[in-house]
């Protein structure tokens, strides 16, 4: 026992400088600033820093002002996106070392941008007649760390023109912007604790193109005050005398009739009739009770509720409805409120029944395109599209067109499209762009 307490009674004490205590890190973009404190040990001459087990390292000369604890740092440039662990060693030239202090350290780059809530712009405004694209951008939201953004494009003057959008704003217009002409989004942001700004990666954005299109007169002749509907890809007349006249769409667009159903629905109990889904018809009738139907061996069959009742709502006085696939909205006359309606194959109602999905929609002639993207002309005539999303949910308006008060039916077969014209000439666009293309019909 003697012998062990000799053995160690022997050596030197060893003596350790001051460590380094307190480190901070400040993150920057493909950069650190490092910031810690030393004690007010005076044999402190030099600071180590290592990094990647030790392999690469930087040195930073201590110079001390002042008597007692003084704050150092420096920026850290060579160090990779993400989180690194650093070990901080005081040095003098006698040899003498203090403690090992470890700490991270945080760079920023491509994908801690790319995590960042980049502004979205939620509603498309290409205006042709003014040369003027005006588009609106979701409103930031506390914490979100945005300064602003900035949008690049070049006019038809041949410049570059460069736009900032503050974070307190969410409507921007691009001026002299040229038709089926681009632009880039990006946004700026300063994180919290950092040292520099981030920017996100530019988006690419392209106006529609502009076509000039009065569409192909078919020969076959419409009638005004007939209804039509998309029939599980025929197009499916609803005339005055209750007949269900049923078309095919040949390639070219023009009418084949394949099949008549005389005064199968008759227009004086029926106020509004239309294909659903599958076999199935939905019927408002005049007492505004809403009906399921098949068409059994050429007779219209209700499909009765599970509970055995003939109708499956009541109350429907709207005037307006836009059947889609598994649900149908309904539009009142003044408001323009859409309201949604999932109806199950059993007469019976889906979730979220009746939920209003917007206003607004006043727009008349409309239809549904491609069960993908409501149509509706305003009063002068402009072409507006809303993207429709399976859940029933709807997105922003985009103006899309121009001169279409010339038609007072919208029919959409697929990706065809009809214009009726008040004389029941019918024009056909075939495989309709709802979404890349600006029609001027006129």
């Known amino acids: 026992m003697n012998d062990i307490q000799k053995k160690y009674a022997d050596k030197a004490e060893q003596v350790y400088l001051g460590r380094v205590d307190s480190v901070q890190c400040f993150p920057g973009v493909g950069r650190a600033k490092m910031v810690w404190y030393m004690n007010a040990d005076p044999k402190i001459e030099r600071t180590i820093i290592y990094w990647n087990s030790r392999q690469d390292s930087l040195v930073v000369p201590f110079n001390r002002t002042a008597l007692g604890g003084q704050r150092d740092s420096v920026y850290l440039d060579s160090l990779p996106e993400g989180s690194t662990l650093l070990e901080f060693k005081n040095v003098n030239s006698k040899g003498e070392t203090s403690l090992i202090t470890i700490a991270g350290a945080t760079v920023w780059g491509e994908h801690f941008a790319g995590s960042l809530t980049a502004r979205i712009i939620n509603a498309f405004d290409y205006d042709y007649t003014q040369s003027r694209y005006n588009l609106s951008l979701l409103k930031t939201f506390p914490g979100d760390s945005v300064v602003y953004s900035q949008i690049s494009y070049t006019t038809n003057s041949n410049t570059v023109q460069t736009l900032t959008i503050n974070r307190g704003d969410s409507a921007v217009a691009l001026t002299d912007f040229p038709p089926g002409g681009s632009f880039q989004l990006r946004t700026i942001f300063f994180p919290p604790q950092g040292i520099d700004t981030v920017r996100s990666d530019y988006q690419t954005f392209k106006a529609p193109t502009v076509v000039a299109n009065r ?228």
């Open 215 to 442: 569409g192909v007169k078919i020969a076959l002749a419409g009638n005004i005050n007939s209804k039509y509907f998309n029939y599980n890809g025929d197009l499916c007349e609803w005339t005055t005398t209750g007949n269900l006249n049923v078309y095919t769409v040949n390639d070219d667009g023009s009418l084949t009739l394949k099949m008549n159903y005389p005064a199968l629905v008759s227009r004086t109990t029926f106020r509004e009739f239309f294909f659903y889904d599958g076999d199935r018809f939905i019927g408002i009738q005049t007492n505004n009770n809403v009906y399921m139907y098949r068409i059994v061996n050429g007779v219209l069959t209700i499909v009765k509720t599970p509970s055995g009742a003939d109708n499956m709502g009541s109350g429907f006085t709207f005037l307006k409805y836009a059947p889609a696939r598994g649900f149908f909205y309904s539009i009142a006359e003044t408001t323009g409120e859409m309201k949604y309606w999932p109806a199950l194959p059993t007469a019976t109602w889906g979730a979220s029944n009746g939920s209003v999905m917007g206003t607004g929609f006043t727009y008349v002639p409309y239809g549904l395109f491609n069960y993908q993207t409501l149509l509706g002309v305003d009063a002068t005539g402009y072409l507006w599209t809303v993207p429709v999303y399976a859940t029933g949910a709807i997105g922003s308006k985009s103006r899309m067109g121009l001169g279409w008060t010339r038609f007072k039916k919208i029919i959409c077969v697929g990706t065809t499209l009809y214009g009726m014209e008040s004389n029941g000439d019918l024009y056909v666009f075939n495989n309709f762009d709802a979404t890349g293309s600006y029609w001027i019909v006129n």
